[in-house]
């Protein structure tokens, strides 16, 4: 035990290396909320404009799902940070890694809001309808209230699954928990830095995962034996 607490509980090793480790938290975190808040509503907004089934924009927005679905987290990161100077548009490693990683979301969001749109039966659509609301007001009324509700599990765990991509940011030098914490470990030749950062990770996900299980009971309603 006193070998293992040498190995990785070794706070004092720490010591000057504190501001590091929180500047790295905080980056973390923001990119994190960063990639959800962009990412689902940008994935919610195609979803919505492919129910109006204009063809030409409805094909677009597959082909973007199908692409930023098929490509790998990394070499997007990668590729917005070194490619897009190339076309005159250049990004910070932050907002690289931000902007890949909240278009990979959107993708995966808009296919999950998607199939809850196409999982709503055609009747409350024409239920809607015949209570004299319109095309808009049936959506956001009757329809999405359910898609919402139906589809915050799946959301859920592909939001925490590719906000934890935030570590891809250390491949172009975002200074996030996982890259500081990583060099901390080879300065001090000791792994209590990535202990720390194991349990800030857990900081940052495990309140977002209470909240959208809080969601889930809200929107669940009554249970009926």
């Known amino acids: 035990m006193e070998q293992l607490g040498q190995y990785f509980f070794n706070f004092g090793r720490l010591a000057g290396y504190w501001p590091d480790i929180w500047a790295g938290f905080f980056v973390t975190l923001q990119m994190s909320v960063l990639t959800v808040l962009l990412g689902i509503p940008l994935g919610l907004g195609l979803a919505i404009l492919r129910l109006y089934q204009v063809r030409p924009v409805s094909l677009l927005i597959v082909f973007f799902v199908d692409f930023f679905r098929a490509i790998p ?32 979301l959107a993708a995966f969001a808009e296919e999950i809001f998607w199939g809850g749109f196409l999982s709503v039966p055609k009747g409350q659509w024409e239920a809607g309808r015949s209570t004299g609301l319109g095309f808009n007001q049936t959506l956001f009324s009757v329809i999405l209230p359910q898609v919402v509700r139906m589809t915050i599990p799946p959301l859920t765990n592909r939001a925490i699954g590719i906000s934890k991509g935030t570590t891809l940011g250390s491949v172009i030098a975002v200074p996030e928990l996982l890259n500081v914490t990583s060099s901390i470990q080879s300065n001090i030749a000791n792994p209590t830095a990535l202990t720390i950062g194991a349990v800030l990770f857990l900081l940052i996900f495990l309140p977002f995962v209470r909240f959208t299980r809080w969601l889930e009971r809200v929107f669940k309603g009554p249970v009926h034996a």
Do not use: R, Y
């Open 73 to 104: 987290q990394l070499v997007l990161v990668v590729l917005f940070f070194f490619a897009l100077p190339v076309t005159g548009l250049v990004l910070s490693p932050f907002l690289a890694t931000v902007t890949a990683l909240a278009l990979i």
